[in-house]
């Protein structure tokens, strides 16, 4: 990307999975999960069974697209969770596999399955640097889909 203006042939780029990276991107092993910069933070708001925790994002946060991949994004604190299911605001986890569960109250980070839709549904980003907030940043396209 650093030298795509170079290529006169293209007229568009994708800086945002770049930048970001996903978990579609590290299926297709174009990164890993160390690449992947942005993460949506949530919290555990349920645990309705012994293998079942409900998170306050859904759709709305995480977007439905899969890219036929089983789930809608990768918990790093809980990778062998799946989130089975989305509503608008909420995400159902199943949890089975999991050697340690999370508890209700619990902040988890998900790796989104498409980055560049996530980036797009806040108004703003929280940039951190280990565990420092080092700016929030508007998004500068938020609404601007023609």
């Known amino acids: 990307m650093w030298r795509a203006h170079e290529v006169t042939s293209a007229t568009e780029h994708r800086p945002g999975t770049y930048i970001y990276m996903d978990r579609f991107q590290v299926a297709k092993g174009a990164g890993t999960w160390d690449d992947c910069a942005l993460t949506v933070f949530a919290t555990v708001v349920s645990r309705p069974t012994e293998n079942r925790a409900v998170i306050d994002a859904g759709s709305k946060s995480l977007t439905s697209d ?3 991949m089983e789930g809608f994004g990768r918990i790093v604190e809980y990778p062998d ?41 806040f108004d703003s980003v929280v940039l951190i640097s280990g565990d420092e907030v080092v700016e929030i940043a508007p998004v500068a396209a938020r609404g601007r889909v023609g």
Do not use: M, Q, W
């Open 81 to 121: 969770a799946v989130i089975t299911s989305l509503s608008e605001e909420h995400g159902t986890i199943d949890i089975s596999t999991c050697p340690v569960k999370p508890k209700i109250g619990d902040r988890v980070r998900i790796i989104p399955n498409h980055a560049c839709v996530v980036s797009n549904l």
């Open 66 to 68: 899969t890219f036929g």
